[in-house]
């Protein structure tokens, strides 16, 4: 598995900005297997973001103990 790389976090975002724009699309236009795709998308970003978070606080709780000692 590859490890998400927090300076790609804003990049992620866009890709997600923009996979709910093509979902919306989608929708309009009843592509209902494009719809599934780009959900099953969005819960792989949201996993991402998720994983980021933990990162992130993560970096924070070393940075921390680092600052201690």
Known sequence: MLRLDLAQVPRLLQIEENTRERLDE???MQWLGEVA???ESLRHIAGKKHQ???LRHHAGEDAAAGAVT
Do not use: Y
């Open 52 to 54: 980021a978070e933990r």
């Open 26 to 28: 989608a929708r309009r």
């Open 37 to 39: 795709a780009l959900e």
